[in-house]
């Protein structure tokens, strides 16, 4: 009862102007959230009645600043909760539910970390009211990263019940789904847009419309995010999204301030490296990815010759960074395998047919584990990318890669190749699939359009600096970051 009586006043408040909600099993967890007050409540029931008794506490003076009575049927708590907190603010909304067991079913969901419970705890949630919309956006946000595969069919059952959600779980489904299904950065927008009127301190709102300012070009993402920090001052996911906003936009010493003052942790030198690169300062940057190496390098981390290549790859010296990989020791046989895969993508980039075949059948040779195929597969696609145009797509699209990565391959191989009109017709695809967002796919569009002659085409296309993935989880790296270098230096 009291975890469901939390999650109800936290939802109601939800569209507060003056609080922000946050969960705290204790006083010191709200100290730790740096809530400013407390709301505790009391709830009993007597004769058939439930009784709720609400103390708002200041946490500085530790005084009862009010206090609220409410009571009212038994089978009627949520509509008593929901009176009680619009009694505290008069912008508080109802909760999302009116069933009692769907309520429980849902607080269930929030006191497991187990996946599976969770899953089933919402859907029950789910079955014992359809058109419980808070329910929805929690399985799909589990969803989201346990199983994706499974988003698209959760998208179209709340699809089918949005209607009887409540105006807040509508704009916040609304909101989600738009990232969901990757739409257009304008939808998107619109979409963030309509629930921050109704929920003006909603994280994800702030956060979501702050990325697509970014990634249309407007550093006026910075002032939402500062806003996103003042709604939770601990979240230090919304500083870096503040700094790649930063970087998106070119704004580079403001962006290196922030990665400067994360960077305590280690994984944050790299960005801080690549930031300082586009800055155009090499020796700096070298300097900072430096101490990184040694960091990993002191951990043991295996893949540190994978990261050392690719940051000398990305800084333009890419003989140097096949030669390290070739004379790199890897305890593991997967490793080695994308260490030569990699080495067959970069040879091919140079053109180097021959050297990247054997490069990418070694590769093959190693793999063993289902990601290292993945790499060798890729390499080999890549390096006969050589082969005539329809026949290499043959070959591609009768690979056992997922579509997104056969799109990718053909993207990147085209190019590699100058078969650049197909390149652009690939990497326009991607980026419509993307809803606009993918900043890779701008570059190489960009790129390909002005490499087959089409330049104001290619000059229409946003291209915005990223950040690299400089661990070795993105065998082209190296090739975007350079296309999109070139890119902002032409334009």
């Known amino acids: 009862m009291k975890a469901a009586v939390a999650l109800v006043f936290a939802e109601d408040l939800g569209t507060s102007r ?50 609220v009575k409410v009571e009212g049927p038994a089978a009627g708590l949520i509509a008593t909760l929901n009176g009680l907190a619009k009694r505290i603010d008069a912008d508080a909304t109802d909760y999302s539910t009116r069933n009692q067991q769907a309520l429980r079913a849902f607080a269930g969901a929030a006191q497991t970390s187990d996946t599976k419970k969770q899953l089933d705890a919402l859907n029950q949630a789910i079955a014992l009211d359809p058109g419980f919309g808070m329910a929805y956006l929690s399985a799909l946000h589990v969803l989201t990263t346990a199983n994706p595969g499974g988003v698209k069919a959760l998208l179209a059952k709340a699809q089918a019940h949005e209607k009887t959600f409540t105006p807040l779980d509508r704009a916040r489904f609304d909101e989600l789904a738009s990232r969901a299904t990757h739409a257009p950065l304008q939808q998107r927008a619109s979409a963030a847009s309509a629930l921050l009127r109704i929920a003006p301190n909603n994280l994800d709102a702030l956060t979501g ?49 922030i990665f400067q003052s994360l960077a305590s942790d280690p994984d944050i030198l790299p960005d801080l490296a690549a930031c300082i690169l586009l800055e155009g300062d090499p020796a700096r940057a070298d300097s900072v990815f430096k101490k990184y190496l040694q960091q990993i390098e002191k951990s043991k981390a295996p893949f540190a ?25 890897f305890a593991q046989p997967d490793l080695e395998s994308i260490a030569w895969s990699q080495i067959a993508v970069w040879q091919a980039a140079g053109r180097n047919v021959a050297a990247a075949k054997r490069s990418a059948a070694q590769g093959a040779k ?59 017709q690939v990497w326009q695809a991607l980026l419509k699939a993307s809803g606009n967002a993918d900043l890779r796919a701008r570059a190489m569009l960009a790129s390909s359009l002005e490499h087959s002659g089409k330049k104001t085409d290619a000059r229409k296309i946003l291209v915005q600096p ?6 070795g989880g993105d065998p082209y790296a190296a090739i975007a970051f350079a296309q999109m270098q070139q890119m902002l230096k032409n334009h």
């Open 466 to 471: 990223f950040l690299p993935n400089l661990t």
């Open 209 to 257: 419309l702050a990325a697509v300012r970014f990634l249309q070009g407007d550093e006026k993402g910075a002032a939402l995010l500062k806003r996103a920090s003042e709604v939770d001052p601990g979240n230090a996911s919304i500083q870096m999204n503040l700094a790649g906003g930063l970087l998106e936009t070119k704004q580079f010493p403001k962006a290196e301030k």
């Open 305 to 329: 010759p994978l990261a050392e290549a690719n940051w000398l790859a990305i800084s333009g010296k890419m003989p140097q960074a096949i030669s390290r990989l070739a004379a790199a020791q």
């Open 366 to 424: 190693l793999a063993k584990a289902a990601i290292a195929r993945v790499f060798a597969e890729v390499a080999m696609l890549i390096a006969n990318a050589d082969l005539p145009p329809s026949e290499w797509r043959a070959k591609v699209e009768a690979s056992p890669l997922n579509n997104g990565a056969r799109q990718t391959v053909l993207g990147y191989g085209f190019f590699l190749f100058g078969h650049y009109a197909q390149a652009a």
């Open 18 to 67: 003056r609080f922000v909600p946050v969960i705290a099993n204790d006083e010191s967890s709200a100290y730790r959230a740096q809530a400013a007050e407390m709301l505790e409540a009391t709830v009993e029931e007597r004769r058939g009645r439930i009784h709720v008794e609400a103390f708002l506490r200041d946490l500085k003076t530790q005084r009862n600043r009010r206090m």
